[in-house]
Protein backbone atom coordinates (compact mmCIF):
# COMPACT_ATOMS: atom_id res chain seq x y z
CA UNK A 1 0.00 0.00 0.00
CA UNK A 2 2.34 2.33 0.79
CA UNK A 3 4.73 2.21 -2.12
CA UNK A 4 1.66 2.73 -4.26
CA UNK A 5 1.52 5.84 -2.71
CA UNK A 6 4.79 6.65 -3.10
CA UNK A 7 4.45 6.33 -6.84
CA UNK A 8 1.19 7.96 -6.98
CA UNK A 9 2.99 11.02 -4.81
CA UNK A 10 5.85 11.06 -7.98
CA UNK A 11 2.83 10.92 -10.32
CA UNK A 12 1.40 14.13 -8.74
CA UNK A 13 4.67 15.80 -8.36
CA UNK A 14 5.34 15.38 -12.23
CA UNK A 15 2.61 16.28 -13.28
CA UNK A 16 2.31 19.31 -11.31
CA UNK A 17 5.77 20.13 -12.64
CA UNK A 18 5.46 19.93 -16.21
CA UNK A 19 1.96 20.49 -17.01
CA UNK A 20 1.85 23.56 -19.56
CA UNK A 21 5.45 23.98 -18.68
CA UNK A 22 6.52 26.22 -21.27
CA UNK A 23 3.04 28.49 -20.65
CA UNK A 24 2.56 28.65 -17.15
CA UNK A 25 3.85 31.69 -16.50
CA UNK A 26 2.98 32.94 -19.59
CA UNK A 27 6.05 34.08 -20.55
CA UNK A 28 9.87 34.18 -20.07
CA UNK A 29 11.74 36.86 -17.75
CA UNK A 30 14.94 38.11 -19.00
CA UNK A 31 17.09 35.51 -16.39
CA UNK A 32 15.27 32.63 -17.94
CA UNK A 33 16.07 33.97 -22.02
CA UNK A 34 19.26 34.69 -20.74
CA UNK A 35 20.48 31.27 -19.80
CA UNK A 36 18.62 29.82 -22.69
CA UNK A 37 20.50 32.43 -25.13
CA UNK A 38 23.98 32.06 -23.21
CA UNK A 39 23.31 27.85 -23.72
CA UNK A 40 22.26 28.55 -27.41
CA UNK A 41 24.88 30.31 -27.84
CA UNK A 42 27.59 27.47 -26.33
CA UNK A 43 26.08 24.80 -28.38
CA UNK A 44 26.57 26.91 -31.54
CA UNK A 45 29.81 28.61 -31.16
CA UNK A 46 31.81 26.57 -27.99
CA UNK A 47 31.05 30.61 -26.62
CA UNK A 48 28.24 32.39 -24.35
CA UNK A 49 27.10 35.68 -25.63
CA UNK A 50 30.55 37.66 -24.34
CA UNK A 51 32.91 35.57 -26.39
CA UNK A 52 33.90 33.37 -23.59
CA UNK A 53 34.97 29.65 -23.91
CA UNK A 54 33.50 27.41 -21.79
CA UNK A 55 32.95 30.14 -19.33
CA UNK A 56 32.92 28.84 -15.74
CA UNK A 57 30.57 31.61 -14.39
CA UNK A 58 27.14 32.75 -15.89
CA UNK A 59 28.22 36.47 -16.74
CA UNK A 60 24.23 37.03 -17.65
CA UNK A 61 23.65 41.03 -17.45
CA UNK A 62 27.02 41.27 -15.25
CA UNK A 63 25.65 39.74 -11.84
CA UNK A 64 27.79 36.47 -12.36
CA UNK A 65 25.76 33.77 -11.68
CA UNK A 66 26.77 29.97 -10.88
CA UNK A 67 27.33 28.22 -14.58
CA UNK A 68 25.21 24.84 -13.60
CA UNK A 69 21.72 26.14 -15.40
CA UNK A 70 23.18 27.58 -17.90
CA UNK A 71 24.86 24.04 -18.77
CA UNK A 72 22.52 22.34 -18.46
CA UNK A 73 20.58 24.12 -20.74
CA UNK A 74 22.57 23.52 -23.51
CA UNK A 75 20.99 19.68 -24.09
CA UNK A 76 17.89 20.63 -23.52
CA UNK A 77 17.80 23.63 -26.14
CA UNK A 78 19.90 21.19 -28.59
CA UNK A 79 16.86 18.51 -28.06
CA UNK A 80 13.94 21.35 -28.19
CA UNK A 81 15.02 24.41 -29.58
CA UNK A 82 15.57 27.86 -28.39
CA UNK A 83 11.92 27.76 -26.49
CA UNK A 84 10.65 28.37 -23.18
CA UNK A 85 9.64 24.57 -22.87
CA UNK A 86 13.18 24.06 -22.85
CA UNK A 87 14.48 26.83 -21.28
CA UNK A 88 12.29 25.48 -17.93
CA UNK A 89 13.20 22.27 -18.24
CA UNK A 90 15.96 21.81 -16.08
CA UNK A 91 13.77 23.22 -13.19
CA UNK A 92 11.31 21.18 -13.16
CA UNK A 93 13.82 18.00 -13.86
CA UNK A 94 15.14 19.12 -10.88
CA UNK A 95 12.39 20.08 -8.94
CA UNK A 96 10.80 16.62 -9.97
CA UNK A 97 13.60 15.24 -8.84
CA UNK A 98 14.20 16.58 -5.06
CA UNK A 99 10.59 14.92 -4.13
CA UNK A 100 11.48 11.37 -3.92
CA UNK A 101 14.81 12.67 -2.47
CA UNK A 102 13.36 14.27 0.36
CA UNK A 103 11.48 10.73 1.15
CA UNK A 104 15.10 9.21 1.56
CA UNK A 105 16.07 12.19 3.27
CA UNK A 106 13.14 11.90 5.92
CA UNK A 107 13.81 8.07 6.43
CA UNK A 108 17.12 8.28 7.22
CA UNK A 109 16.95 11.75 9.40
CA UNK A 110 14.46 9.88 11.15
CA UNK A 111 16.40 6.51 12.36
CA UNK A 112 18.05 8.93 14.78
CA UNK A 113 15.04 10.37 16.29
CA UNK A 114 13.67 7.73 18.43
CA UNK A 115 10.51 8.99 19.40
CA UNK A 116 9.21 9.29 15.92
CA UNK A 117 11.71 6.53 14.49
CA UNK A 118 8.83 3.58 14.30
CA UNK A 119 6.56 6.28 11.88
CA UNK A 120 9.57 6.98 9.53
CA UNK A 121 7.73 5.54 6.61
CA UNK A 122 4.68 7.35 7.03
CA UNK A 123 6.32 10.56 8.17
CA UNK A 124 8.73 10.33 4.78
CA UNK A 125 5.81 9.54 2.51
CA UNK A 126 3.73 12.79 4.27
CA UNK A 127 6.77 14.93 3.44
CA UNK A 128 7.30 14.26 0.25
CA UNK A 129 3.58 14.89 -0.56
CA UNK A 130 3.78 18.40 1.28
CA UNK A 131 6.84 18.53 -1.04
CA UNK A 132 4.77 17.68 -4.21
CA UNK A 133 2.26 19.77 -3.49
CA UNK A 134 4.48 22.85 -2.01
CA UNK A 135 3.49 26.47 -3.83
CA UNK A 136 7.06 27.40 -3.04
CA UNK A 137 8.98 24.29 -4.91
CA UNK A 138 6.10 24.47 -7.79
CA UNK A 139 6.29 28.00 -8.22
CA UNK A 140 10.31 27.84 -8.73
CA UNK A 141 10.58 24.26 -10.20
CA UNK A 142 7.99 25.32 -12.88
CA UNK A 143 10.56 28.75 -13.99
CA UNK A 144 14.04 28.87 -15.38
CA UNK A 145 16.07 29.48 -12.09
CA UNK A 146 18.60 28.07 -10.24
CA UNK A 147 17.43 27.38 -7.02
CA UNK A 148 16.11 24.70 -7.99
CA UNK A 149 18.19 22.80 -9.20
CA UNK A 150 20.89 23.87 -6.13
CA UNK A 151 18.33 22.91 -3.40
CA UNK A 152 18.43 19.18 -5.07
CA UNK A 153 22.15 19.15 -4.82
CA UNK A 154 21.73 20.00 -1.45
CA UNK A 155 19.15 17.66 -0.54
CA UNK A 156 20.93 14.80 -2.33
CA UNK A 157 24.57 16.04 -0.59
CA UNK A 158 22.64 15.43 3.13
CA UNK A 159 20.87 12.21 2.35
CA UNK A 160 23.58 10.40 0.71
CA UNK A 161 26.04 11.59 3.28
CA UNK A 162 23.59 10.24 5.95
CA UNK A 163 23.14 6.85 3.99
CA UNK A 164 26.93 7.02 3.71
CA UNK A 165 27.62 6.87 7.71
CA UNK A 166 26.88 2.79 7.59
CA UNK A 167 26.68 2.25 4.11
CA UNK A 168 29.76 4.24 3.05
CA UNK A 169 29.75 3.60 -0.36
CA UNK A 170 27.44 6.70 -0.11
CA UNK A 171 30.26 9.23 0.28
CA UNK A 172 31.21 9.09 -2.72
CA UNK A 173 27.35 10.92 -3.84
CA UNK A 174 27.61 12.97 -1.61
CA UNK A 175 30.99 14.07 -2.31
CA UNK A 176 30.01 15.00 -5.84
CA UNK A 177 26.53 16.13 -4.59
CA UNK A 178 28.70 18.37 -2.33
CA UNK A 179 31.52 19.89 -4.87
CA UNK A 180 28.28 20.46 -8.04
CA UNK A 181 26.60 22.00 -5.48
CA UNK A 182 28.53 25.03 -5.73
CA UNK A 183 28.18 25.39 -9.66
CA UNK A 184 24.32 25.70 -8.72
CA UNK A 185 23.41 29.06 -6.87
CA UNK A 186 24.87 31.01 -4.66
CA UNK A 187 22.71 30.15 -1.95
CA UNK A 188 24.37 27.02 -1.89
CA UNK A 189 28.05 28.40 -1.41
CA UNK A 190 27.38 29.14 1.90
CA UNK A 191 24.25 26.96 2.68
CA UNK A 192 26.14 23.68 2.02
CA UNK A 193 29.68 24.29 4.09
CA UNK A 194 27.19 24.90 6.79
CA UNK A 195 25.00 22.19 6.50
CA UNK A 196 28.21 20.34 6.12
CA UNK A 197 29.90 21.14 9.25
CA UNK A 198 27.14 20.69 11.67
CA UNK A 199 26.26 17.27 10.29
CA UNK A 200 29.68 16.86 11.32
CA UNK A 201 29.09 18.17 14.84
CA UNK A 202 26.31 16.08 15.49
CA UNK A 203 27.49 12.86 14.02
CA UNK A 204 31.32 12.77 15.35
CA UNK A 205 31.34 9.82 16.79
CA UNK A 206 29.56 8.38 13.77
CA UNK A 207 32.12 9.58 11.36
CA UNK A 208 35.27 9.08 13.34
CA UNK A 209 34.32 4.66 12.92
CA UNK A 210 34.70 5.30 9.14
CA UNK A 211 37.28 4.44 7.57
CA UNK A 212 39.78 6.72 6.81
CA UNK A 213 39.77 5.39 2.95
CA UNK A 214 36.32 6.20 2.18
CA UNK A 215 36.47 9.79 4.95
CA UNK A 216 39.81 10.78 2.63
CA UNK A 217 37.95 9.75 -0.89
CA UNK A 218 34.60 12.67 0.23
CA UNK A 219 37.28 15.01 1.16
CA UNK A 220 39.26 14.78 -2.12
CA UNK A 221 36.12 14.43 -4.18
CA UNK A 222 34.87 17.18 -2.81
CA UNK A 223 37.25 19.45 -3.21
CA UNK A 224 38.47 18.02 -6.77
CA UNK A 225 35.24 18.98 -8.17
CA UNK A 226 35.29 22.82 -6.42
CA UNK A 227 38.30 23.76 -7.13
CA UNK A 228 38.38 24.88 -10.55
CA UNK A 229 35.88 27.42 -9.02
CA UNK A 230 38.59 28.75 -6.86
CA UNK A 231 41.32 28.89 -9.34
CA UNK A 232 39.44 30.31 -12.61
CA UNK A 233 37.23 33.11 -11.15
CA UNK A 234 38.52 36.06 -10.94
CA UNK A 235 38.16 37.57 -7.03
CA UNK A 236 36.63 40.76 -8.85
CA UNK A 237 33.67 39.17 -10.08
CA UNK A 238 32.95 37.68 -6.69
CA UNK A 239 33.21 41.00 -5.45
CA UNK A 240 31.12 42.28 -7.94
CA UNK A 241 28.37 39.73 -7.20
CA UNK A 242 28.55 40.84 -3.60
CA UNK A 243 28.32 44.67 -4.40
CA UNK A 244 25.73 44.15 -7.17
CA UNK A 245 23.40 42.03 -4.08
CA UNK A 246 24.71 43.81 -0.70
CA UNK A 247 25.80 47.33 -2.04
CA UNK A 248 22.60 49.75 -1.87
CA UNK A 249 21.78 48.52 1.65
CA UNK A 250 24.67 48.78 2.74
CA UNK A 251 25.29 52.47 1.41
CA UNK A 252 21.99 52.95 2.95
CA UNK A 253 23.29 51.79 6.58
CA UNK A 254 26.20 54.35 6.20
CA UNK A 255 23.89 57.00 5.25
CA UNK A 256 21.67 56.47 8.16
CA UNK A 257 24.24 56.40 10.68
CA UNK A 258 25.48 59.44 9.93
CA UNK A 259 22.63 61.14 10.25
CA UNK A 260 21.94 59.54 13.41
CA UNK A 261 25.27 60.49 14.81
CA UNK A 262 25.02 64.07 13.32
CA UNK A 263 21.82 64.88 15.00
CA UNK A 264 22.74 63.34 18.49
CA UNK A 265 25.94 65.65 18.16
CA UNK A 266 23.83 68.23 17.49
CA UNK A 267 21.85 67.73 20.42
CA UNK A 268 24.69 67.22 22.70
CA UNK A 269 24.20 63.65 22.97
CA UNK A 270 27.09 61.54 24.24
CA UNK A 271 28.43 58.39 22.99
CA UNK A 272 26.89 58.80 19.38
CA UNK A 273 29.70 57.66 17.38
CA UNK A 274 29.56 54.19 19.55
CA UNK A 275 25.26 54.38 19.67
CA UNK A 276 25.22 54.74 15.79
CA UNK A 277 28.38 53.03 14.50
CA UNK A 278 27.66 51.83 11.13
CA UNK A 279 28.77 48.02 12.23
CA UNK A 280 26.04 48.27 14.64
CA UNK A 281 23.39 49.74 12.18
CA UNK A 282 24.51 46.86 9.41
CA UNK A 283 24.15 44.26 11.98
CA UNK A 284 20.62 45.67 12.64
CA UNK A 285 19.57 45.96 9.35
CA UNK A 286 21.23 42.24 9.01
CA UNK A 287 19.35 40.48 11.62
CA UNK A 288 16.03 42.18 10.81
CA UNK A 289 16.85 40.36 7.58
CA UNK A 290 17.42 37.19 8.96
CA UNK A 291 14.18 37.43 11.42
CA UNK A 292 12.11 38.34 8.24
CA UNK A 293 12.02 34.84 6.44
CA UNK A 294 10.92 33.50 9.63
CA UNK A 295 7.85 35.90 9.96
CA UNK A 296 4.66 34.50 9.09
CA UNK A 297 3.84 36.87 6.81
CA UNK A 298 6.53 35.41 4.30
CA UNK A 299 5.92 32.28 5.33
CA UNK A 300 2.01 31.65 5.04
CA UNK A 301 0.17 35.04 4.22
CA UNK A 302 1.69 37.38 1.95
CA UNK A 303 5.43 36.21 0.43
CA UNK A 304 7.67 38.32 -0.74
CA UNK A 305 7.05 41.23 -2.40
CA UNK A 306 8.59 39.48 -6.15
CA UNK A 307 5.00 37.58 -7.57
CA UNK A 308 7.73 35.80 -9.68
CA UNK A 309 8.71 34.14 -6.45
CA UNK A 310 5.05 33.24 -5.26
CA UNK A 311 1.25 33.55 -6.32
CA UNK A 312 -1.13 36.87 -4.89
CA UNK A 313 -3.15 36.91 -2.00
CA UNK A 314 -0.80 33.77 -0.04
CA UNK A 315 2.48 33.44 1.39
CA UNK A 316 5.14 30.83 0.74
CA UNK A 317 3.25 28.14 1.79
CA UNK A 318 -0.23 26.57 3.03
CA UNK A 319 -2.00 28.51 5.80
CA UNK A 320 -2.71 24.66 6.83
CA UNK A 321 0.81 24.46 7.27
CA UNK A 322 1.40 26.99 9.90
CA UNK A 323 0.49 25.28 12.82
CA UNK A 324 1.82 22.17 11.81
CA UNK A 325 4.83 24.31 11.90
CA UNK A 326 4.63 25.60 15.43
CA UNK A 327 3.80 21.94 16.95
CA UNK A 328 6.62 20.53 15.16
CA UNK A 329 9.17 22.91 16.38
CA UNK A 330 7.55 22.40 20.00
CA UNK A 331 7.70 18.53 19.20
CA UNK A 332 11.70 19.16 18.21
CA UNK A 333 12.84 20.75 21.24
CA UNK A 334 10.77 18.49 23.58
CA UNK A 335 12.47 15.32 21.84
CA UNK A 336 15.66 16.19 21.66
CA UNK A 337 17.65 13.84 19.37
CA UNK A 338 20.11 14.00 16.57
CA UNK A 339 17.73 14.34 14.52
CA UNK A 340 16.21 16.93 15.54
CA UNK A 341 19.61 19.00 15.97
CA UNK A 342 19.60 18.85 12.47
CA UNK A 343 16.30 19.86 11.34
CA UNK A 344 16.45 22.59 13.41
CA UNK A 345 20.10 23.78 12.28
CA UNK A 346 18.81 23.44 8.51
CA UNK A 347 16.28 25.94 9.06
CA UNK A 348 18.17 28.53 11.50
CA UNK A 349 20.93 28.10 8.42
CA UNK A 350 18.76 28.35 5.00
CA UNK A 351 18.23 32.08 5.33
CA UNK A 352 22.19 33.55 6.01
CA UNK A 353 22.81 33.21 2.44
CA UNK A 354 19.64 35.89 2.02
CA UNK A 355 20.82 38.03 4.87
CA UNK A 356 22.98 40.65 3.45
CA UNK A 357 21.13 40.69 0.10
CA UNK A 358 18.13 43.48 -1.14
CA UNK A 359 15.44 42.97 -1.02
CA UNK A 360 14.18 40.73 1.97
CA UNK A 361 12.25 38.28 2.79
CA UNK A 362 13.59 36.52 -0.47
CA UNK A 363 11.95 33.70 -1.64
CA UNK A 364 14.51 32.35 -3.86
CA UNK A 365 17.93 33.01 -2.08
CA UNK A 366 15.90 31.38 1.19
CA UNK A 367 14.39 28.12 -0.86
CA UNK A 368 16.23 25.54 1.21
CA UNK A 369 14.40 26.42 4.14
CA UNK A 370 11.38 25.01 2.70
CA UNK A 371 13.03 21.46 3.34
CA UNK A 372 13.57 21.76 6.80
CA UNK A 373 9.97 23.45 7.51
CA UNK A 374 7.95 20.51 5.20
CA UNK A 375 9.89 17.33 7.08
CA UNK A 376 9.13 19.18 10.41
CA UNK A 377 5.63 19.87 9.43
CA UNK A 378 5.23 16.48 8.45
CA UNK A 379 6.67 14.68 11.58
CA UNK A 380 3.70 17.19 13.02
CA UNK A 381 0.88 16.25 11.44
CA UNK A 382 1.50 12.27 11.73
CA UNK A 383 1.95 12.94 15.58
CA UNK A 384 -1.22 14.76 15.57
CA UNK A 385 -3.40 12.04 13.81
CA UNK A 386 -1.76 9.33 15.99
CA UNK A 387 -2.98 10.76 19.14
CA UNK A 388 -6.08 9.14 20.65
CA UNK A 389 -9.18 11.00 22.13
CA UNK A 390 -12.38 11.54 21.81
CA UNK A 391 -13.13 13.89 18.78
CA UNK A 392 -10.20 12.77 16.77
CA UNK A 393 -12.04 11.54 13.73
CA UNK A 394 -13.79 15.31 13.23
CA UNK A 395 -10.52 16.82 13.98
CA UNK A 396 -9.29 14.43 11.00
CA UNK A 397 -12.09 15.33 8.78
CA UNK A 398 -11.57 19.26 9.28
CA UNK A 399 -7.85 18.90 8.92
CA UNK A 400 -8.30 16.98 5.54
CA UNK A 401 -11.02 18.80 4.13
CA UNK A 402 -8.81 21.92 4.73
CA UNK A 403 -5.90 20.45 3.09
CA UNK A 404 -7.97 19.51 0.30
CA UNK A 405 -9.25 22.84 -0.17
CA UNK A 406 -6.41 24.81 0.21
CA UNK A 407 -4.57 23.04 -2.44
CA UNK A 408 -7.16 23.23 -4.90
CA UNK A 409 -8.01 26.68 -4.31
CA UNK A 410 -4.24 27.23 -4.73
CA UNK A 411 -4.00 25.11 -8.07
CA UNK A 412 -7.40 27.01 -9.56
CA UNK A 413 -5.60 30.70 -9.00
CA UNK A 414 -1.92 29.68 -10.14
CA UNK A 415 -3.45 28.03 -13.72
CA UNK A 416 -6.63 30.51 -13.61
CA UNK A 417 -5.93 34.04 -12.36
CA UNK A 418 -2.29 34.14 -11.55
CA UNK A 419 -0.87 34.70 -15.52
CA UNK A 420 -3.58 37.09 -15.89
CA UNK A 421 -2.36 39.00 -12.53
CA UNK A 422 0.62 38.91 -12.82
CA UNK A 423 1.67 38.77 -16.41
CA UNK A 424 3.55 42.42 -15.62
CA UNK A 425 6.10 40.62 -13.52
CA UNK A 426 7.48 38.11 -15.71
CA UNK A 427 7.71 40.84 -18.83
CA UNK A 428 4.91 39.78 -20.49
CA UNK A 429 4.20 41.66 -23.70
CA UNK A 430 8.28 41.84 -24.76
CA UNK A 431 8.15 38.67 -26.40
CA UNK A 432 5.20 39.70 -28.65
CA UNK A 433 6.74 42.92 -29.55
CA UNK A 434 9.82 41.05 -30.68
CA UNK A 435 7.76 38.79 -32.91
CA UNK A 436 5.52 42.61 -34.14
CA UNK A 437 9.01 44.25 -34.82
CA UNK A 438 10.15 41.42 -36.91
CA UNK A 439 6.94 41.16 -39.34
CA UNK A 440 7.58 44.63 -40.46
CA UNK A 441 11.30 44.74 -40.19
CA UNK A 442 11.48 44.90 -44.09
CA UNK A 443 9.71 48.37 -43.51
CA UNK A 444 12.26 50.45 -42.11
CA UNK A 445 15.67 51.20 -41.91
CA UNK A 446 15.73 50.83 -38.12
CA UNK A 447 14.25 49.30 -34.99
CA UNK A 448 14.74 51.44 -32.28
CA UNK A 449 13.97 50.20 -28.74
CA UNK A 450 13.88 52.22 -25.90
CA UNK A 451 15.20 51.53 -22.37
CA UNK A 452 11.93 51.40 -20.62
CA UNK A 453 11.88 47.74 -22.44
CA UNK A 454 14.43 46.39 -19.55
CA UNK A 455 17.32 44.22 -21.21
CA UNK A 456 15.86 44.04 -24.76
CA UNK A 457 18.80 42.91 -26.52
CA UNK A 458 17.89 39.35 -24.43
CA UNK A 459 14.64 38.85 -25.74
CA UNK A 460 14.86 39.35 -29.26
CA UNK A 461 18.04 37.29 -29.35
CA UNK A 462 16.10 34.79 -27.66
CA UNK A 463 12.88 35.11 -29.42
CA UNK A 464 14.25 35.56 -32.96
CA UNK A 465 16.91 32.35 -32.19
CA UNK A 466 19.39 34.97 -33.54
CA UNK A 467 22.66 33.30 -34.56
CA UNK A 468 25.28 33.58 -32.28
CA UNK A 469 28.03 33.54 -34.62
CA UNK A 470 26.51 36.48 -36.43
CA UNK A 471 26.10 38.03 -33.07
CA UNK A 472 29.59 37.56 -32.00
CA UNK A 473 31.13 38.90 -34.81
CA UNK A 474 29.18 41.87 -35.48
CA UNK A 475 26.74 42.10 -32.44
CA UNK A 476 26.87 43.80 -29.04
CA UNK A 477 24.39 44.92 -26.16
CA UNK A 478 23.37 47.91 -28.18
CA UNK A 479 22.97 46.69 -31.72
CA UNK A 480 22.31 43.47 -34.06
CA UNK A 481 20.98 43.69 -37.46
CA UNK A 482 18.45 46.66 -37.89
CA UNK A 483 17.89 46.42 -34.18
CA UNK A 484 19.26 49.30 -31.62
CA UNK A 485 18.79 49.09 -28.05
CA UNK A 486 18.23 51.70 -25.20
CA UNK A 487 17.52 53.88 -27.91
CA UNK A 488 15.93 57.74 -27.96
CA UNK A 489 12.78 58.18 -29.78
CA UNK A 490 13.94 58.52 -33.83
CA UNK A 491 13.04 61.70 -36.06
CA UNK A 492 12.76 59.68 -39.23
CA UNK A 493 9.18 58.53 -40.33
CA UNK A 494 11.28 55.14 -41.93
CA UNK A 495 12.24 54.38 -38.15
CA UNK A 496 10.55 51.77 -35.96
CA UNK A 497 10.39 52.52 -32.00
CA UNK A 498 9.24 50.20 -29.61
CA UNK A 499 8.32 51.72 -26.00
CA UNK A 500 6.96 51.19 -22.59
CA UNK A 501 3.19 52.31 -23.84
CA UNK A 502 3.55 55.21 -21.11
CA UNK A 503 6.60 56.44 -22.70
CA UNK A 504 5.39 56.78 -26.31
CA UNK A 505 5.29 59.58 -28.00
CA UNK A 506 2.14 61.32 -28.22
CA UNK A 507 3.11 62.68 -31.79
CA UNK A 508 3.59 59.19 -33.21
CA UNK A 509 1.44 56.55 -35.62
CA UNK A 510 1.25 53.87 -33.76
CA UNK A 511 0.68 50.55 -35.33
CA UNK A 512 0.45 48.18 -32.77
CA UNK A 513 -0.34 48.34 -29.36
CA UNK A 514 0.37 45.17 -26.97
CA UNK A 515 -1.97 44.29 -24.04
CA UNK A 516 -1.61 42.75 -20.75
CA UNK A 517 -4.10 39.49 -20.28
CA UNK A 518 -6.06 42.26 -18.28
CA UNK A 519 -6.65 44.02 -21.21
CA UNK A 520 -3.84 47.17 -19.82
CA UNK A 521 -1.26 48.32 -22.28
CA UNK A 522 1.76 47.81 -22.29
CA UNK A 523 3.87 48.11 -25.53
CA UNK A 524 3.57 50.44 -28.30
CA UNK A 525 5.39 49.82 -31.28
CA UNK A 526 5.11 52.72 -34.35
CA UNK A 527 7.24 55.52 -35.85
CA UNK A 528 6.97 59.11 -36.53
CA UNK A 529 4.49 60.96 -38.57
Known amino acids: MKSKIFWAVLVLAFTLRFYKLGEVPLSLDWDENSNAYNAYSILKTGRDQYGDFLPITNRSFDDYKPPAYMYLNVPTVAIFGLTPFAARLPSAIFGFLTVPLIYFLTQKVLEYWPKFSEKRETISLVAMLLLAISPWHLQFSRVGFEATVGLFTAVAAAAAFLYGIKDHKWLIVAAIATGLSSYTYHTQRIFVPLLAIVTFIIWKKDIFKISKKFLATFIIVTILISL???????????????????????????????????????????FANITHNRRFVIGQTYFANYLSHFSPNFLFTKGDDNFRHHIQD??????????????????????????????????????IAATPATPNPHGNRSLPLLIAVE??????LVSLFSINFRFKNI?????????????????????????VEKASFWQYGYREAVLESEKVKDRYEKIL????????????????????????ESGSLEHFDKYY?????????????????GHFPGNFEIIKTIYYPDGSEI??????R
Open 395 to 419: LRFIYLFWITTAVLVYLHNYWQHYP
Open 485 to 501: FRALPPQMSNELYISDA
Open 375 to 380: IISAVA
Open 449 to 472: VDQTIEQAYIFWLFNLKYDPREYL
Open 314 to 351: MGMLYLFELPLFLYGIYLAIRFKSKASAFLLCWLLFAP
Open 523 to 528: VRIGHP
Open 228 to 270: PLAILIPPKVILQRFEVTTGRPKLEDIEKSIKFILQDQAANIP
